[in-house]
């Protein structure tokens, strides 16, 4: 009885100590983010540990201003939906939790911070946040259809619904993006990718200038400090799932043959392509405009997912062969 209580307590520990580890990494990224901006316009910025700053000191402040139980769980919501999406990502090869047909459970989860999100922002009442919300659940209906769709593809060409399962196949064999097929389709992910963190051209939500950040317009203090804290962790859950799908989970060395030593290179690699991945989308976003809302779902319908119909029928055509 007492083996099992400390096993349960060693399984929380570890499971608290990767959510901590996700949220550490994304303020980093936050951080990095901010400065590689401030670069290309010819700034100083700020130093690369500010978001860690800007997290700590939203939390030290009181937050006074409430419109409701819903506006005050939308970030509960937020935070607990990215946490668990998190631990169902292999990371580095490694899964905290995983079950078959993963794939259908992270995307799941990943529309639950958003809608929890969207019904504390409407709760505001404030105009600029209904608009917000609107777009950005207009965004994530463009954006999701042509990366389902690629995920589907995946999903029969290594004929299974676990994402575990596709990164240890890429590891015995090569990784997708290294596929012509799927070079294509990581193309298509990563636009979709570049909705999904919310980077322009694809920032229509937020849109400081037009609407005042929309979604975001009446949250301040800890209110606003934990859906930082979501935004963060979104950019590591979201570069995990590209990396996942078409760069092997950055698995490079075998557990069974290398131990220890597999898992730590194996995580190295793993944080360099994240980071590769996020800074891609950093740049896109420094030299591009915003799109309108209309742009942009001509662009994910009528581009992106004319390209991922055709990687479908590729791969049905393969498979039937």
């Known amino acids: 009885m007492v083996m099992e209580i400390v ?10 100590g990767m959510v901590t580890l ?38 030290g402040k009181k937050t006074n201003i409430s419109h409701g ?16 999406a ?23 989860l990943l529309a639950i911070p958003a809608l929890g999100f969207a019904l504390g922002a409407g709760a505001s009442g404030n105009p600029n946040a209904a608009v917000g919300v609107m777009r950005a659940l207009m965004s994530m209906l463009a954006y999701e259809l042509p990366l389902v769709m690629v995920m589907v593809a995946m999903m029969v060409y290594y004929n299974t619904t676990s994402l575990a399962n596709i990164v240890a196949a890429q590891a015995n064999m090569q990784w997708a993006f290294f596929i012509p097929i799927f070079f294509i389709g990581a193309l298509v992910a990563d636009m979709a990718l570049q909705g999904m963190l919310m980077e322009k051209p694809f920032d229509i939500p937020i849109a400081p ?29 979201e570069t995990t799932l590209f990396v996942d799908l078409f760069l092997g989970g950055g698995v490079v060395l075998s557990v069974a043959q290398y131990g220890w030593l597999a898992y730590l ?19 896109i976003d420094n030299v591009l405009p915003r799109f309108r809302i209309e742009q942009a779902l001509k662009f994910y319908w009528k581009y992106d997912a004319l390209i991922a119909i055709f990687i479908l029928i590729w791969i049905f055509a393969g498979v039937k062969i």
Not at 7 to 16: F, H, R, S, T, V
Not at 214 to 228: I, N
Not at 265 to 283: D, H, Q
């Open 69 to 84: 139980w819903i506006f005050d769980l939308a970030a509960l919501f937020s935070v607990s939906g990215i946490a668990l």
């Open 86 to 108: 998190f631990l169902f990502l292999p990371v580095a090869g490694y899964s905290m939790l995983s079950t078959d047909g993963d794939l259908f459970l992270i995307l799941y």
């Open 265 to 283: 290179v194996n995580f190295a690699v793993w944080f360099v392509l994240i980071l590769i991945v996020f800074l891609i989308a950093v740049m």
């Open 22 to 59: 996700g949220f550490a990494i994304g303020m980093l990224f936050n951080g990095i983010a901010r400065k590689v901006s401030a670069r290309i316009q010819n700034r100083v910025g700020p130093p690369v540990y500010q978001g860690f700053i800007d997290v700590f000191k939203l939390f």
């Open 209 to 237: 200038h037009e609407i005042a950040t929309g979604p975001m317009v009446e949250f301040g203090g800890k209110h606003l400090g934990a859906l930082m804290l979501y935004k963060m962790m979104g950019t590591v859950v």
């Open 7 to 16: 096993d349960i307590l060693e399984k929380i520990l570890i499971l608290a």
